[in-house]
């Protein structure tokens, strides 16, 4: 190599440098980059920095080391209802959504709801989707009409077949399987589908593809907006059945096809915190890693040391792992017992962006950033946690009890055996003490009737205010 080429690459690789330490600059007198990325359906003992031993994510595991991780995050216990709580601040039940949504249902989340997108859109951001929606069927439910500037992914779960006649096609949209353009609109329904901005791409889409090319998505969509503040919801199909994982990850662990879709989701957080410090972005970009619900433990799921899973408001249905990280805002090696949930992620995020919670309606969620940030002696802002399932208000927990009631009956899981818990036989009421017991095995109501009936009737009074302040779903043509 002649000294003018070499001299001409010495350049090059200096300019990048200095290309790479300005968008720094830039990006630390600017608002914060925010992506959350979500799993469908992993558990809290699917993660070795939350104990797996037979998956490994070095990834989020790093994340955790260089970041926060909590203990006891909870959403709700199936996916519909967590999603609209990340997008409203609210629980899902206040906002209509108490429940899976499927391909019948003619209601989603209501176009009057202000959705965290819509908040960091005013703020300035750019707003993008990549993945699962799952809040309604109809154009006028899509994320397009909730604050997203764009959408690339599935309309809802990967098992959900659609009403072909209520989608458009693009004119390169890819038919497989023996799906024709012809033939689609003569079916009565379709297999899940690949949608780019509310437009069909691909039919049936080709699942196997579904992290790799939401990684890339992510990516493209963080390199073309690196220059302003951007939001990225990156919402995963995995884990959730059928279990798909492309051709590099399809036995790479040790816990079978279940194991391999959690490693490819590993290696997708990598490559987005890689190119991250790429664009000179790291610093300036807050990442959050968590799941909607518990395990299908019927296809190898784990809830770890927690009792039940998917579908139950026992801790292993509702409580999933929550790691984030933000270099030299978040303290490197956080870790919190503090109660927090899904719905304080619009209010956190919003006062981090600059702007203003809704005060014209009951938002549920808390501002976090105290116990994100490491702040010293930071506590949960939430005096209960409180379990919904459906129309239902059958747990809280209180500090570290928690109350459950008798009447609720447990859902029948697809692909998760009846037997998966212990909850599955005659309820009764229970109460727990999780700091010593949060497998929930040895039920104290008989020595402490008095702390069950003072959390029984502080139960029945939230439930009470709930119904006072529920907001309607939206309801399509009306």
């Given at each position: 190599m002649n000294k003018f080429i070499q001299s001409l690459l010495c350049v090059i690789c200096l300019l990048v440098s200095l290309a790479s330490e300005?968008?720094?600059a830039l990006a630390s007198d600017r608002k914060p980059n925010v992506i959350v990325i979500l799993a469908d359906d992993l558990g809290y003992g699917d993660l070795s920095c939350y104990g797996a031993e037979d998956i490994a994510t070095p990834n989020i595991d790093r994340m955790a080391t260089e970041g926060a991780k909590f203990n006891s995050f909870y959403v709700s216990p199936v996916c519909s209802p967590t999603r609209a709580s990340l997008m409203t601040g609210s629980h899902p039940t206040r906002v209509g959504i108490g429940g899976v949504m499927f391909p019948r249902n003619n209601h989603?989340?209501?176009p009057d709801e202000i959705t965290l997108?819509?908040?960091?859109k005013g703020q300035g951001y750019a707003t993008a989707i990549i993945g699962k929606w799952h809040l309604g069927n109809e154009d006028i439910f899509q994320p397009l009409n909730h604050g997203f500037d764009t959408w690339y992914g599935t309309p809802a779960s990967?098992?959900?077949f659609y009403y072909p006649t209520i989608k458009k096609y693009a004119a390169d949209c890819v038919f497989r399987e023996g799906y024709t353009r012809e033939g689609i609109l003569k079916r009565e329904t379709a297999a899940c589908p690949l949608i780019r901005d509310n437009v069909v791409i691909e039919v049936p889409a080709d699942q196997s593809q579904f992290t790799r090319r939401y990684t890339h998505e992510t990516i493209c969509f963080i390199t073309e907006n690196k220059d302003k503040p951007f939001f990225v919801y990156l919402a995963h199909n995995m884990p959730h059945i059928p279990l798909h994982a492309s051709e590099n990850y399809v036995g790479?662990?040790?816990r079978g096809i279940y194991g391999d879709t959690i490693q490819e989701l590993d290696w997708s957080t990598g490559e987005i915190l890689r190119s991250l410090k790429e664009l000179g972005l790291d610093k300036n970009t807050l990442v959050i890693f968590t799941s909607d619900n518990g395990p299908n433990t019927g296809k190898g799921g784990s809830a770890g040391s927690l009792n039940g899973g998917k579908g139950l408001t026992l801790e292993g249905g509702v409580r999933v792992p929550f790691v984030a990280r933000w270099p030299e805002t978040i303290p490197a090696g956080t870790e919190s017992d503090e109660a927090i949930t899904g719905m304080d992620l619009l209010p956190t995020l919003t006062r981090l962006a600059g702007g203003d919670v809704p005060d014209d309606r009951v938002i549920d969620g808390k501002n976090i950033w105290p116990l994100l940030a490491g702040k010293p002696d930071a506590k949960s802002p939430h005096e209960?946690?409180?379990?919904?399932?459906?129309?239902?208000?059958?747990a809280i927990r209180v500090g570290d009890w928690k109350y459950r009631t008798a009447t609720e009956k447990p859902p029948k899981v697809k692909g998760q055996p009846a037997s998966d818990s212990k909850s599955r036989k005659v309820a009764v009421e229970t109460l727990y003490n999780l700091r010593e017991d949060v497998g929930e095995q040895t039920n104290l109501i008989d020595k402490h009737p008095e702390i069950a009936q003072r959390l029984k009737q502080q139960l029945a009074t939230f439930e009470t205010e709930l119904k006072k302040n529920l907001r309607p779903a939206g309801v399509a043509g009306e």
């Open positions: 300005f968008r720094a989603g989340l209501n997108p819509e908040l960091l990967n098992n959900q790479s662990s040790k209960a946690i409180y379990y919904l399932r459906g129309r239902g208000v059958y």
